[in-house]
């Protein structure tokens, strides 16, 4: 079975600051993408950036980029200069349908 | 285009009552995956739908149930609830033209059980 550990359950990071999120995954799947989502206080889950498994290069979504690390199957978030509507829950999802997620990293950005 | 969709957004049962959630996928998109999120357990995949037949099913007991329509809408069923059925409930939808397409979430239903 897939296990996702995100091991920061909360973080805080000052406004306009950079902050990394961890997440290791374990899975016997070749050909992947893997997700990272956000969910707000409103409990929407949004889709921040997705990597896919056999590229080499790192995605980037404005502020927001992967480290992506597939041998050790090692997947962070870095997102730079921080906003206070960065606040969220954040949840690592490796892997194909159906997805397996993280117990997730409470993030606070703080003014 | 439209999101996905899920009516009714809050919902507030009984023991023993049943509930049907329903999730509006958006449009073009064949698969429905529906998730229980709960602050013990995070977020846990219940089932998912592809062109009404049921593709992937969960580790979740009988009392839930789903469908999705020929219009690709689903909807969920849980019979006899229990307390521990309280939980944020989650659609997703997706192309579904291969197992990696990225899923695309609802606002979620908030299920109390009284």
């Known amino acids: 079975a897939q296990t996702v550990t995100q091991s920061q359950p909360e973080m805080s990071v000052q406004e306009a600051e950079t902050v990394t999120l961890s997440c290791t995954y374990d899975?016997?799947?070749?050909?992947?993408?893997l997700f990272w989502y956000k969910q707000p206080p409103s409990r929407q889950m949004i889709l921040v950036i997705r990597?896919?498994?056999?590229?080499?290069q790192n995605a980037t979504e404005n502020r927001f980029s992967v480290n992506f690390q597939k041998a050790a199957k090692s997947f962070s978030l870095k997102i730079s200069d921080s906003q206070l509507g960065d606040t969220a829950m954040y949840f690592c999802a490796p892997g194909n349908t159906p997805l397996v997620f993280g117990k997730g990293t409470r993030l606070s950005v703080i003014a | 285009k439209a999101g996905v969709t899920q009516t009714p957004r809050y919902l507030i049962k009984t023991r023993g009552q049943q509930v049907t959630l329903s999730c509006s996928p958006i449009s073009g998109h064949r698969s429905v995956s529906w998730y229980q999120q709960t602050p013990g357990q995070g977020l846990q995949f219940l089932f998912e739908?592809?062109?009404?037949?049921?593709?992937n099913k969960g580790n979740f007991p009988g009392r839930f149930s789903g469908r999705q329509f020929s219009n690709s809408r689903s909807e969920m069923n849980v019979s006899t609830l229990e307390l521990g059925d309280s939980a944020l409930y989650l659609c997703?939808?997706?192309?579904?033209?291969?197992?990696?397409?990225?899923?695309?979430f609802g606002p979620g239903t908030r299920l109390t059980v009284l």
């Open positions: 739908y592809f062109s009404e037949t049921q593709r």
């Open positions: 899975t016997s799947e070749n050909n992947y993408y």
């Open positions: 990597q896919e498994a056999y590229k080499q």
């Open positions: 997703a939808s997706s192309l579904r033209e291969t197992s990696t397409d990225t899923q695309y």
